[in-house]
């Protein structure tokens, strides 16, 4: 019972530790144009008086993604990984190998899922315009 109580509180440490880095590394865009402007493709080459102008341009983007936050691969990986760290070691040890297996699992299955969403999604192409000041 206490091997299973140690792996929750790994799985648990693990979404907490992966969810961190997440709000660490994400970037937000620039933004290139007040909110509330919205350009469409019949809007391309306008100009403006402050000498910007409005790019248009086709872009893939994915849809479709059914766990965009990868919780499904972070939260297998870490419970594979626990109970892999699990088997190394003895003591204190075998603690400290549970928690970095979980850890280690839990990137790992969150970039795993990742690569498969990425390879496997629905992808359009559309087109999205902008305005760019010089």
Do not use: H
Not at 13 to 29: C, E, L, R, Y
Not at 69 to 96: C, E, F, H, P
């Amino acid at each position: 019972m206490k091997v299973i109580r140690t792996l929750v509180c790994l799985g648990v440490v693990s979404f907490a530790a992966t969810g961190a880095i997440q709000a660490q590394t994400t970037v937000q865009p620039a933004q290139t144009a007040p909110p509330a402007e919205v350009y469409g493709p019949e809007d391309e080459g306008r100009s403006f008086a402050d000498g910007s102008r409005v790019v248009c341009e086709d872009v893939e983007v994915q849809r479709n993604s059914t766990d965009p936050n990868r919780i499904g691969g972070m939260a297998a990986g870490a419970v594979i990984g626990g109970l892999v760290g699990n088997q190394v070691g003895s003591g204190d040890g075998r603690k400290l190998a549970t928690v970095g297996g979980a850890v280690a699992g839990g990137a790992i299955g969150r970039k795993v899922q990742g690569d498969r969403q990425e390879a496997t999604g629905d992808r359009v192409v559309e087109t999205q315009c902008r305005r760019v000041r010089r």
